[in-house]
């Protein structure tokens, strides 16, 4: 019989003209259900002969099984393909139950343990991909990451303590969120007009928010926030730029955020990029001192000062605000370049005279001689001391050179620059030629937290001195707040002309959400629990709440004075890096990110201690580099 006589579709569909190979519509049907009788005859006898499975997959794959079965030996051959088929039965079902046990185990894991496993394997990877050097391909040394102690919290059990804490990272929330959805890859955000804004001290170099975010974002837990940033960095972060930059606040921002960054999540992307801008920065070194630049060309790497500082002079909390990143960069690129180059600094001013033992804002990088003897513990100086203190710190106290520059520094300070109001306000002045401006800046209120973190080191009888010297500084900028009609400090208050902590010229009365303040809150509420900080600290929650937030994100403010406020339509980058970090960190109990084991750069950004044997390294080698 033709096949097209079986096929029924195959007949011509006219009725009329039935021939010899047309059917009607019964016989079709008919025909149909045999066809398919016989379609499934087949496939049954397929599935239903005995052992059809195996014949299956003997025709169509290469069974593994089949394989084991006649590679078992003489222990099997003898025992017939029923003995075999219970083997093999066994030991699927034993594979199975040992991958069920792994899962399980997998499962009740908690996530660090598995993020830690993933890490150790992907650096043995790293390790046996590495050059005869030991060196990935990054040029980089291979180390093997520990996630160092507290770089997550828990939630604080006392229940008002916890609703602040959480309304901190809503706030966080708020800022990230405004700055994700208006000003994505621009340096800061303009929160009022909503956009994109850039500042001037990063040249053309993006994203200054995101990496300043990315610790605090990274320590709020907020996870599905840091991988967007962490994938804007790894695609998008770009240092080939023809652009002059400050070196200062690209090191605290970029640098310091790169290097957290790194030490929280242990992605190898944080360290390569901060390694490479590290690189970029040397060239500012190029001075016939080595003190270098404040400003730099990263691709020409010609560098030059401020136009406005004294006699073509570098700045000190410029130049000496570089000391924790570059020793970090040598320790995780193995090159001693950057730690030389900061202990050079080190030497020049140590070669120098200091008038009655202060260290003037302005040094010229030519001669190496200061320009003119202003001296502050506000802008143009602070860092610089918090940085001698924080270097000894972060020596696991071996840096003995750094101890005694800030403590003798801080003595200065203390005889030269520190006076008391007639009410009894401690405050810190700033000094010029000898004579003292009764000024204090903003900036200045981080002394507070300086002071506290280094009371304990100082000689003993001088801690419970420093101690009560921290306190009174966070009293004081505490009044610099409360004395406002915003409940927000000033740029500058003074004690002068009658007042006490208020600022008395227009150009002094601006806040740009700066975090001096809270900062010192924080420090001494970690080192003395009295709940006045928090009180403190909450206060000024509530102002930034309502004086501060606007629908695009948070704003400074014009005039801390001003019964309303008027919005300067900026949002730092320092507000979400440090002003919300050290909040969240003051509500949150003290295991967050511990003294003992991390230090902030001036920008807030966590740095490990190297007396945690994070990267492998013995902890009996010298801890300075150089
Ligand atoms: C930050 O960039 C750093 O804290 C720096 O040391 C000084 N000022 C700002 C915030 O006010």
Redesign the pocket.
Known sequence: MPVATLLPFTATPNRKSAGPTSFRLTEKFILLLVFSAFITLCFGAIFFLPDSSKLLSGVFFHSPAVETNTRTGPDSGDSGSAGNDERVLAKIRKDHEKALLEAKDTLQKRPEELNQEIMNDKAKVAKDSMDQDGKDANNLPVVQYQRPPGATGHEPLDPETRDRRTKIKEMMKHAWDSYRRYAWGSNELRPVSKQGHSSNLFGSIKGATIVDALDTLYIMEMFEEFDAATDWVDKNLDFKVNAEVSVF?VN??FVGGLLSAYYLSGKEVFRRKAVELGEKLLPAFKTPTGIPWALLNLKSGIGRNWPWASGGSSIL?EYG?LHLEFMHLSKLSGNPEFAQKVMNIRKVLNRLDKPQGLYPNYLNPNSGQWGQHHVSVGGLG??FYEYLLKAWLMSDKSDEEGKKMYYDALQAIETNLMRKSSSGLTYIAEWKGGLLEHKMG??TC?AGGMIALGADGAPSDKTGHQMELAAEIARTCHESYSRTALKLGPEAFRFDGGVEAIATRQNEKYF?L???VIETYMYMWRFTHDPKYREWGWEAVQALEQHCKVEGGYSGIRDVYASTPNHDDVQ?S?YL??TLKYLYLLFSDDDHLPFDHWVFN???HPLHLPNVDLLGTEPTEPRALV
Do not use: C, M, N, V
Request: hydrophobic residues 40%; charged residues 35%.
């Open positions: 606040e605290i921002r909390a605000t602070d860092s903003h900036l981080f740009i700066r975090p001096e730092q320092f890096a440090e001036t920008e807030a």
